[in-house]
Structures are given as C-alpha cells and as structure tokens.
C-alpha cells in the first residue's frame, strides 16, 4: 500500500527527448485521423456533401462554443460554481458546453464536424486571448474533436441518422462526450503542458483528470442528445422525418397551382395569341 501511494503521488518527468517524442506522435495520429475524417467526409457514399448550411451551422456554433466556454463559463458561472464541493470534481460546468456540441452534431450529422466546431472555438481563443505557442497548441483543439469524429466515422452514418431510437442517441452521446474529454485530458498532463508548459503532473491527478472528464463528459453527452436533436429538429424539420415517410412540409413554400389554374394561365399568356 505504501509503494501504491508512493507512486500514485510521484510527479511524471518525462526526458525531454521522450516528451518530444509523445507529442509529435500526437500530431502524427491528429493528422492521420483528420485524412480518414476528410475522406469519409468528401468521398464516402455514406455522407452526403458539406453543404453552405453545415459551414455556417458549424461556423455559429464554434462561436457560441468560445463565447460560453472562455467567457460566461470562466468568468461568471466558474466563479460561482467552484465552491461547491466536488462541482469541480464532476465537471458541471462542461454540460452546457457539451449540449451545444451535441446540437451542432444533431444539424450537420457528418464527420469533420465535432472538430470544425472545437477548432473555430479554439482558434477564437487564441486570437481574442493569445497564446504562447502558436499552431503548437493546436494539439489540444484536434484531440478534443478527431476521436469523436472518428466515432462518428465508424458508425457509419448512424449517429442521429433518420430513424434513431432515443437508446442509440443517448449511447451516441455518452460515447461523443467521453471521446470528447478523455483523451485530451490524459494527453494533456502526459504530453502537452510537460512538452509545451513545462507543467508536471502526479500518475494520480492525470488518472482522476482522465476518468472524470471521460464519464462526467459521456453522461452530459448523453443527457444533452435528446434534447439536442429536438432542438435539430424544430430547426430543420426534414431532419425528423423517418424513413419511409415524406418530409415535413416547407411552411414556406408557394402553394402548388391547381391544373385548371395553370391551363387558364398558359392560355392567357401573351406568347400563345398568335403575335407576328
């Protein structure tokens, strides 16, 4: 027990050329996830093509991701929230970050787009707040979105697909944030504040910052889908629509002339009068 504790409070201190190592093989997996999510993204039968709608669907939320998360999250509901005992411990302050995620997965519904959306939001951040690394800190944007879109890859196409039961939506999500918090977590106090920070860790607090932010970030994933997807569906209504049955009815839409009407119209017109 003694040697357990021991470890579990030991600090990591990594070489600096191992650092090296672990965090340009982080790039090397970002990359290699980014080529199979663009790929399933813009050559699978699976997806249909990025519309203009998904650019600016993803490009909105990425902002309303910056504007809670670096602004009303730190600096007004951290504050209050961060006496709570354990509130920290639990991550409440992530759900509403992960609901509006969880919205922008349930309208564009295609890979790429968790990472587009933690990517805007990122790169918001490092223009209206600074950042001392540049395109180095990168890192830590793609690993919070490349997992999940990876997942939404393996899916294939199932992930708020038309026909989705409320089990594989909430399973869905838990997987979406879980994959969301994990992994950059862990790789986090393993490789980039070690590497870029020179800020170490304990084996313990990298273990409770990987499990916390894993399964409180997986059930606000999954609280969060239901209700994203009827936020999806009372703003693109066709989006509901199960298969077999037509889509909803644009409300905007002219009404469809009746045949006697169209054939008074086309005898009425100027070209059908015998004009020389």
């Excluded at 090397?28 to 600016?56: E, F, H, K, M, N």
């Excluded at 504007?67 to 009303?72: F, L, V």
């Excluded at 922008?104 to 918001?124: D, E, H, I, Q, S």
């Excluded at 869905?172 to 977590?185: E, Q, V």
């Amino acid at each position: 027990m003694g040697t357990t504790a021991l470890l579990a409070n030991s600090t990591i201190r990594l070489s600096p050329g191992r650092n090296s190592f672990y965090y340009w093989g982080v790039w090397a997996v970002c990359i290699v996830g980014i080529s199979v999510v663009l790929w399933a993204a813009l050559r699978s039968p699976r997806w249909t093509r990025w519309t203009t709608q998904d650019i600016l669907i993803v490009a909105a939320l990425g902002v309303l991701l910056e504007i809670y998360d670096n602004i009303i999250g730190d600096q007004l509901i951290g504050p209050l929230i961060n006496p709570i005992p354990g509130a920290d411990f639990v991550q409440v302050q992530d759900l509403p970050y992960l609901f509006l995620l969880m919205v922008g997965v349930a309208l564009v519904r295609k890979p790429g787009c968790v990472t587009a959306m933690v990517f805007v939001n990122f790169l918001l951040l490092q223009l209206l707040f600074g950042s001392g690394h540049g395109a180095l800190d990168w890192t830590d944007g793609l690993t919070q979105g490349i997992f999940c879109d990876l997942y939404i890859v393996a899916r294939r196409g199932r992930v708020f697909g038309k026909g989705a039961s409320l089990t594989s939506m909430v399973v869905d999500g838990l997987m979406i944030g879980a994959l969301r918090g994990a992994p950059n977590a862990f790789l986090t106090d393993w490789s980039f504040d070690p590497y870029l920070n020179a800020t170490y860790y304990t084996w313990l607090q990298m273990w409770n910052d990987t499990w916390t932010n894993g399964l409180f970030n997986g059930i606000e994933g999954a609280v969060s889908a239901p209700l994203a997807y009827r936020v999806a569906v009372s703003v693109i209504p066709s989006l509901g629509a199960r298969r077999g049955t037509p889509a909803a009815v644009d409300p905007f839409a002219e009404p469809a002339a009746s045949p006697a009407a169209a054939l008074a119209d086309k005898k009425s017109s100027p070209t059908q009068g015998g004009l020389a």
